[in-house]
């Protein structure tokens, strides 16, 4: 994984669209996203055969666009369709146990303080998610957004370490996240509800400072 994979990276599930979820995908990756994640949560995500399906579509579609297919949380579901790799928070399977099932794949994880952060390092995470930076209504058990402070500290403390910012991430606002040490910006809403995908992830793309 290049830190530049981290430039544009979705994140979507069929609770965040209002049109066809596969393609919103398409749109995105037409687009030029530059890392995905299946991310299928809430009350009325799919289950079962359906959920595997969906999974599957998506990666198909990821695959053809040569994007890196990432599964959020779910372990079983990664190792099943041999995604390109994981993103795991502090809550979930621990990265030591996953990496041992998961040899050579992408596993990133969710760090909220110095702490996590450098246990996150030490247990070899490829890149990790600094979030929220911004309000979110997208994850309802969110921590309270940071802004971009949490950022800053840990690009100076970890000058080359893969980091990607996320929670409440607009074009009007990503040109700060990115300033502040970001390699990238992770995203549901400002895209999935664009009304111009190809501009949206252009915008997201452009370094204004
Ligand atoms: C890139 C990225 N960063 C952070 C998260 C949040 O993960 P987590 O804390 O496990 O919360 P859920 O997404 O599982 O609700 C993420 N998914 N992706
Ligand atoms: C999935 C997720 N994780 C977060 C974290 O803080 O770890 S915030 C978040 C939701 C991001 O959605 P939107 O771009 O619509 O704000
Ligand atoms: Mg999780």
Same mark, same amino acid.
């Given at each position: 994984?290049?830190?530049s994979?981290?430039?544009?990276?979705?994140?979507?599930?069929?609770?965040?669209?209002?049109?066809?979820?596969?393609?919103?995908?398409?749109?995105?990756?037409?687009?030029?996203?530059?890392?995905?994640?299946?991310?299928?949560?809430?009350?009325?995500?799919?289950?079962?055969?359906?959920?595997?399906?969906?999974?599957?579509?998506?990666?198909?579609?990821?695959? =053809?666009? =040569?994007?890196?297919?990432?599964?959020?949380?779910?372990?079983?579901?990664?190792?099943?369709?041999?995604?390109?790799?994981? =993103?795991?928070?502090?809550?979930?399977?621990?990265?030591v146990?996953?990496?041992?099932?998961?040899?050579?794949?992408?596993?990133?994880?969710?760090?909220?303080?110095?702490?996590?952060?450098?246990?996150?390092?030490?247990?070899?995470?490829?890149?990790?998610?600094?979030?929220?930076?911004?309000?979110?209504?997208?994850?309802?058990?969110?921590?309270?957004?940071?802004?971009?402070?949490?950022?800053?500290?840990?690009?100076?403390?970890?000058?080359?370490?893969?980091?990607?910012?996320?929670?409440?991430?607009?074009?009007?606002?990503?040109?700060?996240?990115?300033q502040?040490?970001?390699?990238?910006?992770?995203?549901?809403?400002?895209?999935?509800?664009?009304?111009?995908?190809?501009?949206?992830?252009?915008?997201?793309?452009?370094?204004?400072?």
């Amino acid at each position: 994984m290049n830190r530049s994979d981290l430039a544009v990276y979705f994140i979507m599930g069929t609770e965040n669209c209002k049109e066809e979820p596969l393609n919103v995908l398409e749109d995105a990756l037409q687009a030029g996203i530059t890392m995905f994640q299946f991310r299928e949560k809430g009350p009325r995500a799919l289950k079962g055969e359906e959920y595997v399906e969906f999974a599957r579509a998506c990666q198909r579609l990821c695959n =053809h666009y =040569h994007v890196p297919f990432i599964v959020n949380d779910d372990v079983e579901l990664a190792l099943k369709l041999q995604a390109d790799g994981i =993103h795991v928070g502090q809550k979930d399977m621990a990265l030591v146990n996953i990496r041992e099932q998961f040899k050579g794949k992408i596993i990133g994880v969710s760090v909220h303080n110095e702490e996590e952060m450098s246990k996150a390092v030490l247990n070899g995470a490829d890149y990790v998610g600094i979030g929220p930076i911004f309000k979110t209504t997208s994850k309802p058990d969110a921590e309270p957004p940071t802004g971009v402070s949490f950022i800053k500290e840990i690009r100076n403390k970890y000058p080359n370490y893969p980091i990607v910012a996320i929670g409440g991430i607009t074009t009007e606002n990503s040109n700060e996240v990115l300033q502040a040490g970001a390699d990238g910006v992770a995203v549901i809403s400002a895209i999935c509800q664009s009304s111009n995908r190809r501009e949206t992830v252009n915008r997201f793309k452009t370094k204004n400072y």
